[in-house]
């Protein structure tokens, strides 16, 4: 029997979509905890770190882990294409890569909860990167879905209900979709189904 590939866990999403707090639920129902690599959380545990210490902390941390050939998690905006370069450096180092996409319906709503927040006392984010990232994260995933051997997205936009799966992609494909997605997951699912047409997929 072929010993299963280790797997890179990412929950992305814009700001204040509620990853940390889908992370924390994924953590309870898991035989086995996952560590997660996470530069905010190392943040608020040691305030005296400047913002290129932590990247330098949670990158050589990432690096152990890879060589190691050991799951873990990452959570990340996905807005930039730096972030991409970490998913293809654990393809390349045979990883498997699961993302759980988790996102609100509007950048108002998102900034609405960063502020819900920094109440709770949690960090806060500048209302023009929430935007800005908001839009990039999307755009980014719509161009580069491919990597991802599965893709949950999840919407988080409805606070009396919580967190609904809204479509689940595999191998490029999408295989479920929910009756009445979320416009933005609606948009995401519309565009791989449209590049299905293109792509010779398994």
């Given at each position: 029997?072929?010993?299963?590939?280790?797997?890179?866990?990412?929950?992305?999403?814009?700001?204040?979509?509620?990853?940390?707090t889908l992370f924390a639920r994924f953590q309870e129902t898991a035989k086995q905890p996952l560590e997660q690599v996470n530069?905010?959380?190392?943040?608020?545990?040691?305030?005296?770190?400047?913002?290129?210490?932590?990247?330098?902390?949670?990158?050589?941390?990432?690096?152990?882990?890879?060589?190691?050939?050991?799951?873990?998690?990452?959570?990340?905006?996905?807005?930039?294409?730096?972030?991409y370069k970490l998913i293809n450096g654990a393809k390349a180092?045979?990883?498997?890569v699961e993302l759980v996409y988790v996102s609100l319906d509007s950048v108002q709503e998102c900034r609405y909860r960063v502020q819900q927040r920094v109440r709770e006392?949690?960090?806060?984010?500048?209302?023009?990167?929430?935007?800005?990232?908001?839009?990039?994260?999307?755009s980014l995933l719509k161009q580069q879905y491919l990597l991802f051997d599965r893709i949950r997205l999840v919407d988080?936009?409805?606070?009396?209900?919580?967190?609904?799966?809204?479509?689940?992609?595999?191998?490029?494909?999408?295989?479920?979709?929910q009756a009445a997605p979320a416009s933005w997951a609606a948009g995401v699912v519309r565009h791989i189904q449209q590049r299905e047409r293109f792509v010779q997929l398994p």
């Open positions: 029997m072929s010993q299963e590939l280790p797997v890179l866990h990412i929950f992305g999403g814009p700001n204040g979509s509620g990853k940390s530069g905010d959380v190392l943040q608020q545990q040691h305030p005296q770190l400047s913002g290129f210490e932590v990247a330098e902390i949670t990158s050589a941390r990432i690096r152990e882990l890879l060589a190691a050939q050991v799951s873990f998690s990452i959570e990340s905006n996905l807005a930039t294409a730096d972030n180092a045979g990883y498997r006392g949690g960090h806060d984010v500048p209302s023009a990167i929430i935007e800005q990232r908001y839009h990039q994260s999307l988080n936009s409805d606070r009396a209900t919580g967190y609904q799966t809204a479509a689940l992609i595999g191998k490029g494909k999408v295989r479920e979709v």
